[in-house]
C-alpha cells in the first residue's frame, strides 16, 4: 500500500538502493562480519558513496541528492534488509552529517561533509561515556582552550567505528564551573584521528558485529577551534536536532530487518509440513502472519508519517516526540515480528541455516541505542504535557457531557 502514498521520487530511490543491496552487498561480507573476521567494512562504504547513496537528502555540493526525509527512510527500509552493522554505518554518516549540514561551517561542509558522502572518509559519533548514555548532559569529557586549539580529555564508550572511522563527532564541556546550566555547557567537536586518540576496547557483541564499536581515549588531544561546531556552549542545542536523524534512522532500518523475516517465515510456513499438512494452515501460524504484517504496516505508517510531518517543517518539540515515538513502536514492534517469525521456523529458526537468528540478535540493540525505549518515553511524555498545557483548547467541553457533570465538591485532586 505504501507506494501508493509516497512520492515518485521515493519510489526511485527505492527501487535504486533495493537493488544496490540485493546486487552490491556480498554474501560473505556479511558472514565474515557477523564472524567478527571483519571488523570494519570500508569497501562497503567506499560503494556506496560511488554510488551516490551516502547522506541523501544533504545538498548536491556537499556530496547528497538534495532528497528529504521521506527518500531517506524508504531508502533506510531496503539497507535494514541487512541486518543493523551494515545500516548503522550507513545511517552514522546521516546523523553527524545533520549537525554538520546544518550548524557547521562552509570549510568543514567541504573537508568532513562531502568526503563523508563520498565514501572516502569515515564517521563516528561519541556520545556515550562509561558514566552513562542516558544522562546526556551529564557528560565529563573536557576541551578547554588554549590558544588556538581545544584540549580534549575524557573518554567515550560504545562507539561504532571507534575502529575504522577517520573522524569522530564528540561532545564534550567547555564551561567546568559545576554550577554551569549543563544546557551551556557542552560543544560539539569534530575530531580527527589523531595523536592522542585511542582505541581502548573492542567489545565483544550480542550482534551488530563487525561496526568496530569500542571504547575511544583522549588524551590531551588538540582540536584546532575551527572544528568546533557552532561554537562554544552549543553542544545540547545541536544535540536537540540530532535526536531527529539518530532516532529515525533506527526506526526505518528496523523496518527492512522485521520485513524480511517475515517473507522467509511466511514462504518456509507454505512449504514445511506437519501432522500431513502444511503448517501455513494452523490458525497458530497463520494468526502470527497476520499480526506481524498488521504490526509490519502500523510501524511503517507511523516511521513515514513522521518523516513526512518533517519534511512539511513540523516544529522541533513535534518532531521528537514523533521521532521518539517512531522509535519506540517501530522497534518494538520489529522485535516482535522477527520472534514471530522464529517461533514460525520452528528449531531450524533458531540455527545459522537460516539468517533469523542473526536478524534476531541484530535487531535487539534498537530498544538499546540511540537512546533506550525508556528515554523514548522520557521524551515522548514531556513533549506532550507541555504540548497540551500550552494548546488553546478548541475541542467540544467533553466533561461536561457527564451526567453529574455539575458536581463540583466531587472533583477533588489531592
Ligand atoms: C552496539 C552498540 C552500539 C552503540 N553505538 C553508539 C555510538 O556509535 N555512539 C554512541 O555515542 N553511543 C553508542 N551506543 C550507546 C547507546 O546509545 C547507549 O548504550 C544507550 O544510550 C544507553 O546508555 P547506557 O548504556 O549508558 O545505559 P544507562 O544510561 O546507564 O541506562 C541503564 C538503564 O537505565 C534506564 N534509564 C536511565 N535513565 C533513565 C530515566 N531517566 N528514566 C527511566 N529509565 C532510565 C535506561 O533506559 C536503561 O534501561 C551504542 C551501544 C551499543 C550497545
Sequence with gaps: MFD???????????EEVRAFVREEIPHTLIKKMDKEEINYPIEYLQKLGKHNLI?????????????NWECEVVALEEVGVLGSSLPCLYSLPIITGEAMNMFGTKEQKLNYLKPMCEGKKYTAEALTEPRGGSDFFGATCTAVKKGDSYILNGEKRF????????????????????????????SLFIVDRCEGVETEYIYGLLGTRGGGAGR??????????ENIIMGEGKGGQIFYQ?????????????????????????????????????????????????????LLDAARSIVLNTAKTIDNGA???LQRRLVSESKKFSTKSCWKIINNAMQ????????????????LRDSRIGELWTGT?????????????????????????VEKDAIDADHEEEKHFG
Design 373 to 397: 525505549t525508556e528515554i523514548m518515553n522520557l521524551i515522548i511524555q514531556h513533549e506532550y504535557y507541555k504540548e497540551l498545557l500550552s494548546e488553546k483548547w478548541l475541542d467540544r467541553d
Design 159 to 186: 562507539v561504532v567505528g571507534a575502529e575504522g572511522a577517520d573522524f569522530f563527532l564528540v561532545y564534550a564541556k567547555t564551561n567546568l564551573d559545576p554550577k554551569a546550566d549543563p544546557r551551556s555547557a557542552l
Design 344 to 359: 514460525i521456523m520452528g528449531g531450524i529458526g533458531y540455527t545459522t541455516v537460516y539468517p533469523i537468528e542473526r536478524i
Design 315 to 317: 516544529p522541533s518539540a
Design 55 to 67: 547522506g541523501l537528502r544533504f545538498p548536491k555540493e556537499f556530496g547528497g541528492r538534495g532528497l
Design 4 to 14: 501508493y502514498i509516497i512520492s515518485e521520487e521515493a519510489k526511485n530511490i527505492k
Design 216 to 225: 575511544l581515549k583522549f588524551e590531551n588531544v588538540k582540536v584546532p577551534q
Design 242 to 294: 540530532m535526536m531527529v536523524p539518530e532516532r529515525l534512522t533506527t526506526a526505518a532500518g528496523s523496518l527492512g530487518s522485521a520485513r524480511t523475516c517475515l517473507h522467509i517465515a511466511t514462504k518456509y510456513s507454505t512449504k514445511r509440513k506437519a501432522f500431513g499438512q502444511t503448517i501455513k494452515n494452523f490458525q497458530a501460524i497463520n494468526f502470527k502472519i497476520a499480526d506481524s504484517i498488521t
